[in-house]
């Protein structure tokens, strides 16, 4: 029995440093100089170990990564919230047409970005929030709607009908049960939905290089691609600069994977 723990615990190290290889190699090669950074000595220990590549690319990149945390704040915010308000309703409300309802919103989830960049950038630019951070904001919070929606209404259903039948004998409206009830249970559900959130939005480029069309608003995904020169492309630098864009979410997944797991499993008696 120990033997095959151990060989378990040997299997899932060996498939934990496979798939930290990528980031093994953003790190190695930031901290090599612009001689060193090459395709023949990519698995080469840097000779002068020197954070400077670190340091430039930051340089460059902070501003942008400001730009990340006011997009991403209130996008995911915004869009858990509303998420856990169609999720409450639709769980627990039943009114003509509720049938279609769901389903159009989960609809949202599979319409392609590409599709609808045009009318997009047109409807933006009419309301005047074009090559802005809030209008990337508005623009996260009503993509994220389908899937917060559908994460909550499954949460939802799996709370006992038991404790929405006793706040409606005590008197409580339809939004009384949701702040009153639902709402004090709804950790682990806004758990799974803002590590998704925050991770889906901070990631985005699609979006993030259509809608902000000036350096100063873009957020650090732009900037990342933006690093690259067009005639010299410093692999240290580039590479510095993905680990330090890729190092929030990577955070998040790190010390909040928990929480992640939890929430997912906590809905996932009911569907």
């Known amino acids: 029995m120990k033997v095959r723990r151990a060989l378990i615990y040997l299997a899932l190290a060996g498939l934990t440093g496979f798939y930290l290889l990528p980031v093994y190699v953003l790190l190695l090669t ?33 501003p942008n990564f400001m730009n990340s945390v006011s997009l991403v704040l209130p996008a995911t915010a915004l869009s858990s919230f509303i998420g856990s308000v169609n999720g409450y309703v639709l769980a627990r409300w039943r009114f003509r047409g509720s049938e279609i309802l769901f389903p159009a919103i989960l609809f949202g989830m599979f319409i392609p970005y590409q599709s609808i960049l045009i009318p997009l950038v047109r409807f933006l630019q009419s309301i005047g929030l074009y090559g802005s951070i809030p209008g990337l904001i508005l623009v996260h919070v009503v993509y994220g709607i389908p899937i917060t929606s559908l994460i909550f209404r499954n949460y939802y259903a799996s709370i006992p009908g038991e404790l929405v039948e006793a706040a409606r004998v005590d008197g409580a409206s339809l939004f009384g049960i949701y702040r009153w009830v639902m709402l004090p249970l ?54 510095a600069g993905a680990l330090l864009a890729a190092l929030p979410t990577l955070l998040v997944y790190i010390f909040l994977g928990r929480f992640f797991l939890r929430g997912l499993l906590a809905g996932a008696l009911k569907g």
């Open 30 to 62: 930031g901290l090599k100089s612009f001689a060193e950074a090459d395709l023949t000595r990519m698995w080469n220990w840097p000779t002068q170990p020197s954070l400077a590549a670190f340091a430039k690319a930051w340089e460059k990149l902070s």
């Open 186 to 239: 709804s950790q682990p559900g806004f758990a799974v939905v803002a590590i998704w959130q925050f991770t889906q939005i901070w990631n985005d480029f699609l979006f993030a290089v259509t809608v902000t069309n000036k350096p100063a608003q873009q957020p650090i995904t732009v900037a990342l691609q933006n690093l690259a020169g067009s005639q010299i492309i410093e692999w240290n630098v580039q590479m």
